[in-house]
C-alpha cells in the first residue's frame, strides 16, 4: 500500500510517499481501504513532536479517514466487508489501508460522499459538543466563535446557526469572514485590525457573548474572555495560532466565569452517552443538508503541500487528501 511517512520530526515538507506491506487486521479491528482523509492540525503538531501524545518514529499521520471495510479481525461481527465507514485514529490514515479498533468506527451519514464524510467527524463533533455537551449552548444565546472560517471553526458556526444560536464570527481577514456569514454568522470582527473585545461586547448588544468557542488561543484568547457577560462560558478547544494563552484568573473571578477544555478522545472514554446523542444530532443535521465546508482536495502525493497550508493557516474549512488518485510524488519510493 502506498503511506506517507514521517520518518523525522519537523515541518510538513519532510513527509515521503513510500510503499508499505498490506495491513492485516488484529483482534477487535478491522482493515479499512481508505479512500479519503481529513488534515486536522494536530496532525501538523505531531509530524512535528509537538503534540500532547508524541508518535513515536516512524509514523503513518492522519487521524481521519472514510472508506470501506475491507476484513475483520478475530472476534468481529461487523460492519459487514464493502460497508462504508468513518473513523478516527491518533496515525495512520493518510494511507491507502488503515486498521482501527471496531469501536473507533462509525457508519458514514446517508448523503455524504467520501471526500465529505472524512472531513465530517472529527471537526463536526468537536464543533458540537464545544458549543452543546460543555459549552451548554442555547437558542437565542450569542456565540463568539474564533477562527470561524477553520475546520473548527466553520463546523460551529454552521451548527450554532443550525441550532437557533446567535453568532458572531471572529476571523483574520474580511475574505474569512464572508465564508463565515455565509454559513449564518450575525455579526463578525476582524481581530487582526479590530479590537476583538470591543467588537463583541458591541455586536451583542453591549452585553457580551454567553459562550466563546476559541480553537485559535494565542492573544486572542485573553481578549474574547474579557467579551464574555457574567456568567458565560469560555471552552477552549486548540491552539491554531502556535501559542498556548495564559489566563489571569481574576478575570474568571470577577466575571463569575466557567471556564472549560475539551478533548474529543477523552470525551469518547468519559460521556460514551453524549458522544451517542451527539451523534445522533450531527445525523439528522446532515439529513437536513448540513455539508462540511471542504476547500481543497489534493492526493496522497501532494500531503507535504496539503499539512504545509494547513500549518501556515493558508486554509478555510478542511483539506482532503484522496486516496483514489494515483500520481507519482518527487522522491516517491513507489
Wanted: include cysteine.
Amino acid at each position: 500500500m502506498r503511506a506517507a511517512r514521517c520518518t523525522e520530526y519537523g515541518p510538513p515538507g519532510g513527509l515521503s510517499v513510500v510503499d508499505l506491506d498490506d495491513l492485516e487486521p488484529g483482534p477487535g479491528e478491522v482493515l479499512v481501504r481508505v479512500h479519503a482523509a481529513a488534515v486536522n492540525f494536530p496532525d501538523v503538531l505531531l509530524v512535528a513532536d509537538r503534540y500532547q501524545v508524541p508518535a513515536p518514529l516512524p509514523f503513518t499521520p492522519g487521524s481521519e479517514f472514510a472508506g470501506v471495510v475491507a476484513a475483520l479481525g478475530e472476534g468481529v461481527s461487523g460492519p459487514a466487508v464493502g460497508s462504508p465507514v468513518a473513523g478516527a485514529v491518533l496515525t495512520g490514515a493518510f494511507a491507502e489501508q488503515v486498521v482501527v479498533p471496531v469501536a473507533g468506527l462509525r457508519p458514514v451519514p446517508d448523503g455524504l460522499d467520501m471526500v465529505h464524510a472524512a472531513a465530517f467527524h472529527v471537526t463536526y463533533a468537536t464543533a458540537y459538543h464545544s458549543l452543546v455537551t460543555v459549552g451548554q449552548g442555547a437558542p437565542g444565546e450569542w456565540v463568539a466563535v474564533l477562527g470561524a472560517a477553520g475546520g473548527v471553526g466553520s463546523a460551529a458556526v454552521d451548527i450554532a446557526t443550525r441550532l437557533g444560536m446567535r453568532v458572531v464570527a471572529a476571523a483574520s481577514s474580511q475574505e474569512r469572514l464572508a465564508i463565515a456569514r455565509k454559513l449564518g454568522a450575525e455579526g463578525a470582527v476582524d481581530y487582526v485590525r479590530e479590537d476583538l473585545k470591543t467588537r463583541i461586547r458591541e455586536l451583542t448588544g453591549g452585553e457580551g457573548a454567553h459562550l466563546v468557542v476559541d480553537p485559535v488561543g494565542g492573544d486572542h484568547a485573553e481578549a474574547a474572555l474579557r467579551a464574555l457577560r457574567r456568567g458565560g462560558r469560555f471552552v477552549t478547544v486548540g491552539y491554531a495560532d502556535g501559542k498556548i494563552p495564559r489566563i489571569p484568573l481574576n478575570l474568571v473571578l470577577l466575571k463569575d466565569a466557567v471556564v472549560r477544555g475539551f478533548e474529543i478522545r477523552m470525551l469518547r472514554q468519559y460521556a460514551p452517552d453524549a458522544v451517542a446523542a451527539g451523534d445522533r444530532a450531527l445525523a439528522r443535521m446532515v439529513r437536513d443538508g448540513m455539508r462540511p465546508l471542504v476547500s481543497r482536495v489534493h492526493p496522497l502525493a501532494e500531503v507535504a503541500t496539503a499539512l504545509t497550508d494547513v500549518a501556515e493557516r493558508r486554509t478555510t474549512g478542511k483539506v482532503v487528501i484522496d486516496l483514489t488518485v494515483r500520481t507519482p510524488a518527487a522522491g516517491d519510493a513507489a
